[in-house]
């Protein structure tokens, strides 16, 4: 009898990563995107403090259509991690482990992301419409 | 005799070291986060296309840079726990954790930095 080629589990070719797996690392993901997202949120800070031309450069590439795709991903990143981080902070003070809530609170933290996100960029073409101020 | 106390002594030997200390600052920064970036999407959102002079306008208001000063605080500071913490879980090396330690370290003062002068720039030269 072979052992050699026994698949290992979780073989991840074959393994569907149950959603509790994929919200946790799902945190850790968006933790580390909004970091280098921190990059832009300066280089805006830093332009608006140099001066006109700065800040046209820093506005032209914000706005520019790969701008755009990347402050939406940071958008949905953030309210992403901010709801699954109140949903660890519940953990923290104990709530929330039966297997119910957990999945419970998992699918509430998508549904709230994806909302969030699509109030904000409403919220912000709405801006843009009404004016440019 | 010593001068350290035996309390003195032995604090932060054991296997956490500091960390508990960690865990507090990444859930207080986390928590006061909650609100600051709340407040900072939708300030941000309703500043969709602004011009130079009315983002100027924006951030040297003093609500507004006080804010921002605290944003900006906080994420660096959570930002900087986060990473060391996902840095340790994944690279066993010491002398590369320790590099990529002090890199991470590094970057988040002199980013915070170069943030919270750009604010106060704005906020005291108008
Ligand atoms: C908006 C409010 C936020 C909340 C409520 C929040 C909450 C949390 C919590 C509770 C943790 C610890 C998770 C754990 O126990 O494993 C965490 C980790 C982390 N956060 Fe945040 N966070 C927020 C914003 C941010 C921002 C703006 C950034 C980046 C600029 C960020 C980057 C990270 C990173 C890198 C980690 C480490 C991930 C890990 O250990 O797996 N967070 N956050």
């Known amino acids: 009898m072979t052992t050699q080629n026994r698949p290992l589990s979780p073989h991840l070719q074959v393994y569907r990563l149950p959603l509790l797996a994929l919200l946790s690392i799902g945190h ?27 800040y046209a450069t820093a506005q032209a590439a914000i706005s520019s259509v790969i701008g755009r795709l990347l402050l939406f991903g940071w958008t949905l990143a953030l309210f992403y991690h901010l709801c699954n981080g109140i949903r660890h902070l519940f953990w923290d003070i ?10 419970a609170s998992g699918w509430a933290v998508l549904a709230a992301a994806v909302a969030l996100t699509l109030l904000a960029w409403v919220w ?10 | 005799m010593s001068l350290r106390s ?33 407040w900072f999407c ?10 130079y002079a009315s983002f100027r306008a924006w951030v040297g208001a003093p ?29 066993h090396g010491e002398g590369r954790k320790l ?18 002068l750009s604010v106060l720039t704005i906020l005291f030269r108008g």
């Open chain 1, 124 to 133: 912000g073409y709405a801006a843009l419409a009404g004016g440019a101020t």
């Open chain 2, 99 to 116: 590099a990529v330690l002090l890199i991470t370290k590094a970057l988040a003062i002199v980013l915070g930095l170069a943030a919270l």
């Open chain 1, 28 to 54: 850790r993901l968006t933790g580390l995107a909004l970091t280098f997202g921190t990059f832009l949120l300066v280089w805006w800070l830093v332009a608006a403090a140099t001066g006109p031309e700065a």
């Open chain 1, 94 to 103: 104990g709530y929330g482990y039966e297997l119910k809530a957990a999945y």
């Open chain 2, 42 to 51: 939708a300030s941000v959102a309703g500043l969709a296309g602004a011009d």
């Open chain 2, 63 to 91: 609500v507004n840079a006080g804010l921002l000063i605290l944003l900006i605080v906080a994420v660096f500071y959570h930002a900087m726990l986060g990473v060391q913490v996902v840095a340790e879980d994944y690279i």
């Open chain 2, 6 to 38: 035996p309390l003195g002594r032995v604090r932060g030997l054991g296997s956490a070291k500091e960390g508990v200390g960690h865990w507090w600052a990444q859930r207080l920064t986390a928590l006061s986060l909650v609100p600051l970036t709340l």
